[in-house]
C-alpha cells in the first residue's frame, strides 16, 4: 500500500519526479510569475520601434530618466554611508529597544508614500526648521533636486538597511574576534573582515534601493514635482494626452532599469563564484 500511495502522489514532468503538492506550488507559482512577465511584455512588444526612437530622441524624457538614475544613485550612496553602519549596528549588538528600531527602519514601506512627502514637507518645506537651515547655504528641497533625492531616500533605505543587516549576521563574529586578537582596530576589522564578507548583500540592497528610488511617485511628486522624474513625466503625459503618449516613456524607463538591474545581478552573481 505504501509504494501504491507513492506511485499515486508523484507526478513525472520531463524526467522529474513531482509529488503532487509541488506540482501544485509550481502552477500556483507560475500564476505569479505570469502576473508579472505578461504585462510589461505585452508593453514593450506592442511599442511601435519608430514611436519609441523619437521618444529617445526627446530630451524632456532623456533628461527625465537621467534624472532619475543619478538622484536615485545620490540616495543609495547616502543610504550606504549611513545605513550601512547602522546595519552592523543592528547585526552585532542587543541593546534596548532594538526591536522598535527594527521596526520602525521598515516604517516606509507600510506609510502611503504620497503621506509621507507631506511629512517630509513638514520637515524639509521653506517655512520649517530643516527647510530654513538649509536654505541658510542655499540648498532647497520643495521643487528641487535635493527634494528628489530625500525623497527616494526615505522609501527606499529600508530595503539597504534590511539586506546588508542579514549580511552582516551571515558573518562568523568569531573572524572579526580572531583579527582584534591579532591586533587589527575595530575600524580595520570592519574594512578588512565585515564588509568583503557582507558585500554581496549589501551590493543586492544597494540595487533594491537604487531601483526602488527610481519607481518612486508620490513622495517626489508631492515634494518635488519639478523638475521632472521619469514616473512623473509618465503620469503627466497620461493625464494630459492620454495613454499612448505615456507609454512610450514607461517603456524606455522600464528597458534602462532592467538593463542596469541585470548588469548589477551579474555581478553579484559573479563574485559568488
Same mark, same amino acid.
Given at each position: 500500500?505504501?509504494?501504491?500511495?507513492?506511485?499515486?502522489?508523484?507526478?513525472?514532468?520531463?524526467?522529474?519526479?513531482?509529488?503532487?503538492?509541488?506540482?501544485?506550488?509550481?502552477?500556483?507559482?507560475?500564476?505569479?510569475?505570469?502576473?508579472?512577465?505578461?504585462?510589461?511584455?505585452?508593453?514593450?512588444?506592442?511599442?511601435?520601434?519608430?514611436?519609441?526612437?523619437?521618444?529617445?530622441?526627446? *530630451?524632456?524624457?532623456?533628461?527625465?530618466?537621467?534624472?532619475?538614475?543619478?538622484? #536615485?544613485?545620490?540616495?543609495?550612496?547616502?543610504?550606504?554611508? +549611513?545605513?550601512? !553602519?547602522?546595519?552592523?549596528?543592528?547585526?552585532? =549588538?542587543?541593546? /534596548?529597544? %532594538?526591536?522598535?528600531?527594527?521596526?520602525?527602519?521598515?516604517?516606509?514601506? @507600510?506609510?502611503?508614500?504620497?503621506?509621507?512627502?507631506?511629512?517630509?514637507?513638514? @520637515?524639509?518645506?521653506?517655512?520649517? +526648521?530643516?527647510?530654513?537651515?538649509?536654505? @541658510?547655504?542655499?540648498?532647497? +528641497?520643495?521643487?528641487?533636486? !535635493?527634494?528628489?533625492?530625500?525623497?527616494?531616500? =526615505?522609501?527606499?533605505? /529600508?530595503?539597504?538597511?534590511?539586506?546588508? %543587516?542579514?549580511?552582516?549576521?551571515?558573518?562568523?563574529?568569531?573572524? *572579526?574576534?580572531?583579527? $582584534?586578537?591579532?591586533?587589527?582596530? /575595530?575600524?580595520?576589522?570592519?574594512?578588512?573582515?565585515?564588509? !568583503?564578507?557582507?558585500?554581496?548583500?549589501?551590493?543586492?540592497?544597494?540595487?533594491?534601493?537604487?531601483? $526602488?528610488?527610481? #519607481?518612486?511617485?508620490?513622495?517626489?511628486?508631492?515634494?518635488?514635482?519639478?523638475?521632472?522624474?521619469?514616473? @512623473?513625466?509618465?503620469?503627466? $503625459?497620461?493625464?494630459?494626452?492620454?495613454?499612448?503618449?505615456?507609454?512610450?516613456?514607461?517603456?524606455?524607463?522600464?528597458?534602462?532599469?532592467?538593463?542596469?538591474?541585470?548588469?548589477? $545581478?551579474?555581478?553579484?552573481?559573479?563574485?559568488?563564484?
Amino acid at each position: 500500500m505504501g509504494s501504491s500511495y507513492l506511485r499515486e502522489a508523484h507526478i513525472t514532468v520531463k524526467g522529474f519526479s513531482l509529488n503532487k503538492l509541488t506540482f501544485t506550488f509550481v502552477l500556483l507559482g507560475l500564476v505569479i510569475l505570469l502576473f508579472i512577465f505578461v504585462p510589461l511584455f505585452k508593453m514593450i512588444v506592442s511599442s511601435d520601434a519608430s514611436i519609441l526612437w523619437e521618444t529617445i530622441l526627446d *530630451e524632456e524624457v532623456r533628461d527625465a530618466i537621467w534624472l532619475s538614475i543619478y538622484s #536615485s544613485l545620490i540616495a543609495t550612496t547616502a543610504g550606504l554611508a +549611513f545605513g550601512v !553602519p547602522l546595519a552592523y549596528i543592528l547585526a552585532r =549588538f542587543d541593546f /534596548p529597544g %532594538k526591536k522598535i528600531v527594527e521596526g520602525f527602519i521598515d516604517v516606509p514601506i @507600510v506609510v502611503p508614500h504620497t503621506a509621507a512627502g507631506i511629512a517630509l514637507l513638514f @520637515v524639509f518645506g521653506k517655512q520649517f +526648521f530643516l527647510g530654513k537651515a538649509f536654505g @541658510v547655504f542655499g540648498i532647497e +528641497f520643495v521643487g528641487a533636486v !535635493p527634494g528628489i533625492v530625500i525623497a527616494m531616500l =526615505f522609501v527606499s533605505v /529600508p530595503f539597504l538597511v534590511d539586506s546588508a %543587516k542579514d549580511g552582516f549576521k551571515g558573518v562568523d563574529p568569531r573572524l *572579526e574576534k580572531v583579527a $582584534r586578537t591579532l591586533g587589527a582596530s /575595530p575600524v580595520k576589522t570592519f574594512i578588512s573582515i565585515s564588509l !568583503p564578507l557582507a558585500w554581496r548583500s549589501i551590493l543586492s540592497g544597494s540595487t533594491l534601493m537604487w531601483a $526602488r528610488g527610481i #519607481s518612486e511617485f508620490g513622495a517626489v511628486m508631492i515634494l518635488a514635482y519639478h523638475p521632472m522624474i521619469a514616473p @512623473v513625466l509618465v503620469w503627466e $503625459r497620461f493625464e494630459s494626452y492620454g495613454l499612448d503618449y505615456s507609454r512610450p516613456v514607461a517603456v524606455l524607463l522600464i528597458l534602462v532599469s532592467l538593463f542596469i538591474f541585470i548588469v548589477s $545581478r551579474a555581478i553579484a552573481h559573479r563574485g559568488k563564484s
